[in-house]
């Protein structure tokens, strides 16, 4: 019996390839920019010798309760998880006033964000939100198929640098727009708007397009004129507020963000909703963790009092800090920003580079614990002298 003939080794199809056979939304999407590859950092320098001031975590973690429910929850790694989350849903409908029914449990707000785009908006509509704008507003935007339409921005010279232009953007809301996603607090300029600026803004967006109001950061906003869009809910029937564990719980590593709204937006979403989206250990930890309140409150206190020291420190050095209401400073640092960021690197501080905000002069440092700023400082005093 002869052998058969070896099968000739096919083409290589590549990225081109493939994205040409995409849907046009996808041709044009560059893939979410998570900074520095840390994993491969953590080899090269160690962990203990790193200072990972790139993506904005809580340096002081999650709520003890929350580790402990996590281990608890390992007997029942065999089940799927509540597809309904109840008890998650049940306690954070307590925590905010609402109903269960007006709340939508995400893997992470980012999951949450990016369906907001595909359920109400498609080809030949429109998406606005502000430029410096959070980065998934984009990619939701252009995976639906919609077209981007991106706001100027505050000026660099205003006195919210770089934030977002309400009635630039409420102006821009047009016949085909379906969504306006706005953050406030903003990452990635750290700026927000009052309770005021909110409600003059909310009065001119017409009913019948859905607002989506970022709050990542809200926990962590202490300015006196700040208010949270759940504050008004009841006023805007077409509002819907993304909130995340991600960032004042200290509970990134497992992804979970939830949204409020009327109860009839969290049924269509519920649509497209992946079956069993958050993972069993995460809705256990995340209840416990919203029990925790005394744990919350302190972290949120430890980031102001370090956000201040920080910007202050750097402000000292003449360094342009701008101001922010989160865990993180934007900060400008003029032509030498990749020299600045390379050489910090180097040393084992990871920052997030901002060229792909279009903000290449400056440099977004999240907010570390006391010891992380100080040796973020000290690096940073010998790559500037
Ligand atoms: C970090 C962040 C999120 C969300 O993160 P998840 O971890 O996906 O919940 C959402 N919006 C903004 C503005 C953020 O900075």
């Known amino acids: 019996m002869s052998q058969p003939a070896p099968l000739a080794a096919a083409p290589a199809f590549d990225e081109a390839w493939f994205a040409a056979r995409a849907q046009p939304g996808v041709q044009r999407l560059k893939a979410y920019d998570p900074g520095h590859d840390l994993v491969a950092l953590r080899r090269q320098y160690g962990e203990a010798h790193l200072v990972e001031l790139g993506s ?221 989206n958050v993972n069993g250990p995460a809705l256990a930890a995340c209840e416990a963790a919203l029990g925790d309140e005394d744990h919350l409150r302190w972290a949120c206190a430890r980031n102001a009092e370090q956000r201040g020291a920080l910007a202050e420190a750097l402000a000292r050095r003449g360094l342009r800090v701008f101001p922010s209401q989160t865990n993180f400073v934007l900060v400008e640092f003029g032509a030498r920003t990749p020299q600045v960021e390379a050489a910090l690197v180097a040393r084992g501080v990871i920052l997030r580079p901002m060229g792909g905000y279009g903000l290449a002069d400056c440099i977004r440092i999240s907010v570390g614990s006391a010891d992380e700023n100080r040796r973020l400082l000290a690096a940073l005093d010998e790559v500037l002298a």
Not at 62 to 82: G, K, N, Q, V, W
Not at 183 to 203: H, K, S, Y
Not at 206 to 224: G, K, L, N, Q, S
């Open 56 to 276: 904005n975590e809580n340096p002081y973690g999650p709520s003890p309760a929350a580790r402990a429910a996590i281990l608890d929850s390992l007997h029942a790694l065999h089940r799927y998880p509540d597809p309904l989350g109840g008890d998650l849903k049940r306690a954070l409908a307590r925590k905010h006033g609402v109903e269960v029914g007006q709340i939508l449990l995400g893997n992470g707000s980012h999951e949450l964000l990016m369906q907001l785009g595909q359920v109400f908006a498609g080809p030949s509509e429109e998406v606005v939100f502000s430029r410096y704008g959070f980065a998934v507003f984009a990619l939701s935007t252009q995976a639906a198929g919609a077209r981007m339409r991106i706001v100027e921005a505050l000026p660099r010279e205003a006195a919210m640098p770089c934030g977002h232009d309400l009635d630039a953007i409420a102006a821009a809301v047009g016949a085909d727009t379906k969504l306006v996603y706005v953050a406030n607090p903003n990452n990635p300029t750290g700026t927000w708007f009052g309770r005021d600026a909110l409600v003059a803004f909310l009065d001119k967006i017409p009913a019948h397009v859905i607002v989506v109001m970022d709050e990542a950061y809200a926990e962590m906003a202490d300015a006196p004129d700040y208010a949270s869009a759940l504050n008004v809910l009841d006023r805007y029937p077409n509002v819907a507020v993304t909130r995340t564990f991600s960032k004042a719980y200290g509970l990134a590593g497992l992804r979970v963000g939830y949204l409020i709204a009327q109860p009839g937006l969290i049924a269509v979403m519920d649509r497209l909703r992946e079956s069993f």
